[in-house]
């Protein structure tokens, strides 16, 4: 067969990755750099955007609809490169699908607990991630850890305004970040796919030896793994693309994705979502 | 027939008011002191919330959805006390309903003109209500004016957050001010029901001459005024209620609500939407 490769079965289907708005786009971006021979959907619910502010139910809900649509698509892997989303519904999309689902949170945790020394790691996210614990309990079910957590809910809007590197945004970066730092913490992840634009603003705002943990990088080295594991990776042989799908405002999501996603994003589909 | 009084019909049936919140709570708190007799039913959008950032098909949909569940709930007339559903949705609305559709942005719109000497009109609201210039062309229609209008994303987070008085907040008040400022405004219109939870801090950084504009009594007022043209006033004798209905998140709702309403929030029921 013309799909194997010294008996490594390749797979040319997309990845499919969703996430409430943009901000799974710094996770897109950063498995398009790793994994340039993939084919990628991307889905952002700009609908209900933002999820971190939703109850479980309802981030369950879209999140069942939006995999619904890329199971169509025939994606061979699912990535939910939402915080939120990972938080509420990983464990029910991995026990109902047959494809492999990778969230954000589990990746995150294990370099957080790989980096930290003194097991004293910072969390910050959206309301709902926090509310979740899923950092918390995912990196205690690795290691025995302290974990401190901060509800950040002005990033995200920040990040969407383009104030990533106002005076505000470095006041209010370090009214949410003191409570960790008083606790001595060594590393801090970061528990929202929007934060990655604010590394900077966080960098000048905590010491040089806390180490910042971008879950977009350890999401893609696990989705390399499991690409890998289950020999689905692609071979480029077939014309390799970059899907965007979104359920409102096409337009916004092309000029504002633009901050998050490494190439220019050319063609964006709305799709109505019930 | 009991339900005259001289010769003036009376209707007991509630108010529907919605938003994609609870902004639109300060807009029934002020119905509520005004028309105490009144029964009203309120409907918050918060599986879609903010309304601010989505598109006008989405507005449109989401807001036709909520009017069909309060028309089953056989309301007498209908506020949409959201500024960006007034802006999208009140014409089709009005268009297609039977009972008295009225939206927050034309009684907005008369107070500022009425109140106006130098005919130089401040409008600060979501992107999506400066987007579609409704305030703009509302004003315009009743007077030409110079109507000059700035779009404060961070306002409605900096509300849910709590954060009405905090100097962070004083700075992006500051920020988003000055534009308007500079065009010598003697009269600032609050164009979204989460500002007026931030009157003290806007005072703070507007000359003492500047007239700020809260749509919520300005809709009052012009309720009022429909209910007594149509006789649709209630006389209070069948049972008074304030109902209370969301669409995620109705725990939230209690908890956050309280801010924006007078009285306490008791019972909030969830409703699925399609």
Redesign the interface.
Same mark, same amino acid.
């Given at each position: 067969m013309q799909n194997k490769q010294k008996n490594k079965k390749i797979n040319n289907n997309p990845i499919g990755i969703f996430d409430s708005g943009f901000g799974g786009l710094t996770v897109m971006s950063a498995i398009n750099k790793a994994l340039p021979l993939e084919n990628l959907i991307y889905f952002g619910d %700009? @609908?209900? /955007?933002p999820y971190g %502010? #939703?109850?479980k139910? @309802?981030v369950i809900k879209f999140s069942k609809e939006i995999v619904a649509f890329l199971i169509e698509h025939k994606v061979k892997l699912i990535v939910i490169a939402c915080n939120t989303a990972s938080a509420f519904a990983l464990p029910i999309l991995q026990k109902t699908l047959k494809v492999p689902v990778i969230g954000v949170i589990e990746p995150g945790s294990k370099a957080a607990v790989h980096v930290s020394k003194n097991k004293k790691i910072g969390v910050i996210g959206t309301e709902g991630t926090v509310q979740s614990g899923a950092y918390l309990k995912e990196i205690n079910k690795i290691k025995k850890t302290n974990v401190y957590q901060q509800a950040c +809910?002005?990033f /995200? +809007?920040?990040v *969407? *305004?383009g104030w990533t590197n106002s $005076? !505000?945004t470095n006041? !209010?970066v370090q #009214?949410y970040i003191k409570p960790l730092l008083n606790k001595n913490i060594d590393t801090l992840v970061l528990g929202c796919t929007h934060y990655p634009l604010l590394r900077k603003v966080l960098e000048k705002n905590i010491n040089k030896n806390i180490v910042l943990i971008d879950s977009a990088k350890a999401t893609t080295h696990e989705v390399k793994n499991v690409l890998n594991q289950k020999s689905l990776l692609a071979d480029g042989k077939q014309k390799n693309f970059l899907k965007f799908y979104v359920?409102?405002?096409p337009k #916004?999501f092309k000029t504002i994705g633009r901050r998050f996603f490494s190439k220019k994003i050319s063609d964006v589909k709305k799709i109505e979502m $019930?």
């Open positions: %700009t @609908a209900h /955007v %502010t #939703k109850s139910d @309802a +809910p002005l /995200v +809007p920040l *969407e *305004e $005076e !505000i006041s !209010i #009214k359920s409102d405002n #916004k $019930e």
